[in-house]
């Protein structure tokens, strides 16, 4: 869908171009940065789109509550003989 602007920001530009007309001129050559400006959002706006993350691969509440368990029992399994790390 976004190419359908930029193929009518080359139409406009064309358009502008070629006119006699001061007016239209004017009018064609906004026209055609207006629809340059929409097709570049667009086309981010697509591209943000098809790069976001799948909602199957976010964990679940069980998940998050198995990893920080699993976690907390690796913190608490060190003892304390052993010094803490330093920087």
Known sequence: MHWLFLLLALAALVLALTTTSVALALLSLLAAGVLAVVWLLQMLSARVG???????????????????????GTDQGRGTD??????
């Open 50 to 72: 098809g790069a976001a993350r799948d909602e199957i691969q976010i964990l679940s509440p069980e998940e998050l509550r198995r990893l920080s368990e699993r976690t907390r």
């Open 82 to 87: 052993t010094p803490p790390r330093e920087s």
